[in-house]
């Protein structure tokens, strides 16, 4: 069992799988700002943050399902819980856009994990449903995708225990990122430019 002061957040591992300093800003500073992207993810979220139980094409569709787990120190919700008339539980993962990379793969992973612990169940597969193409895309839980989600929940915790950030990445990513004026990568990515800042302009070593 993890010490529940460092219980994670799941959607936490996202933010960590595209960037682990804005994870950090965001889940250690407590700092959020909105951009477009945001916005447009929570407005694309109220179905799923409905909370309402509906049948659908024979399925059971459970919307805002709290979930955690003690063995990973994990809570959070899932978008959707889905119970299949085969009996069979499906976390599913919505997102507005398109896919980029494997971050809603690891979160979505999580949210089987601690639905496993909870029913005392074997999940091996979940859904993203994508608004950009609108498409629904099966994603095995697997092996190799539970270690990389149960490693960047460990990196997560670290941060959070150290009460640290990250260094800035710098790179293609930050110029989509809402906390970009808050991060300042430019700066912030070069050691020596910061110590300079706060050496000219706070007027102390570094």
Same mark, same amino acid.
């Given at each position: 069992?993890? $010490?529940?002061?460092?219980?994670?957040?799941?959607?936490?591992i996202?933010?960590?799988?595209y960037?682990p300093?804005?994870? @950090?800003?965001?889940?250690?500073?407590?700092?959020?700002?909105?951009?477009?992207?945001?916005?447009?993810?929570e407005?694309?979220?109220?179905?799923?943050? $409905?909370?309402?139980?509906?049948?659908?094409?024979?399925r059971?569709?459970l919307?805002?399902v709290?979930?955690?787990?003690?063995?990973?120190?994990?809570?959070?919700r899932?978008? @959707? /819980?889905?119970?299949?008339?085969d009996?069979?539980?499906?976390?599913?993962?919505?997102?507005?856009?398109?896919?980029?990379?494997?971050?809603?793969?690891?979160?979505?992973?999580?949210?089987?994990?601690?639905?496993?612990?909870?029913?005392?169940?074997?999940?091996? %597969?979940?859904?993203?449903?994508?608004?950009?193409?609108?498409?629904?895309?099966? /994603?095995?839980?697997?092996?190799?995708?539970?270690?990389?989600?149960?490693?960047?929940?460990?990196?997560?915790?670290?941060?959070?225990?150290?009460?640290?950030?990250p260094?800035?990445?710098?790179?293609?990513?930050c110029t989509?990122?809402?906390?970009?004026?808050?991060?300042?990568? $430019?700066?912030? @990515?070069?050691? %020596?430019r910061?110590?300079r800042?706060?050496?000219?302009?706070?007027?102390?070593?570094?």
């Amino acid at each position: 069992m993890v $010490s529940h002061e460092w219980v994670v957040p799941i959607a936490a591992i996202e933010h960590h799988v595209y960037c682990p300093r804005q994870c @950090a800003l965001i889940h250690v500073d407590g700092l959020w700002l909105d951009n477009v992207h945001t916005v447009r993810g929570e407005r694309g979220h109220r179905r799923a943050d $409905s909370g309402e139980t509906r049948s659908e094409r024979g399925r059971v569709v459970l919307r805002a399902v709290p979930l955690w787990s003690e063995a990973l120190g994990l809570s959070g919700r899932s978008d @959707a /819980v889905e119970v299949q008339p085969d009996g069979r539980v499906v976390p599913v993962e919505y997102k507005i856009g398109r896919r980029h990379g494997q971050a809603a793969d690891l979160q979505l992973c999580a949210q089987a994990m601690c639905l496993e612990e909870m029913l005392g169940i074997s999940i091996l %597969e979940g859904f993203l449903w994508f608004s950009g193409p609108r498409r629904r895309v099966p /994603v095995a839980i697997h092996a190799d995708l539970r270690r990389q989600t149960a490693r960047a929940i460990e990196e997560i915790r670290s941060w959070m225990k150290a009460q640290s950030l990250p260094p800035a990445v710098d790179d293609a990513r930050c110029t989509q990122c809402q906390l970009l004026n808050i991060c300042q990568p $430019s700066i912030s @990515a070069d050691p %020596e430019r910061v110590g300079r800042y706060m050496e000219e302009i706070v007027g102390c070593g570094y």
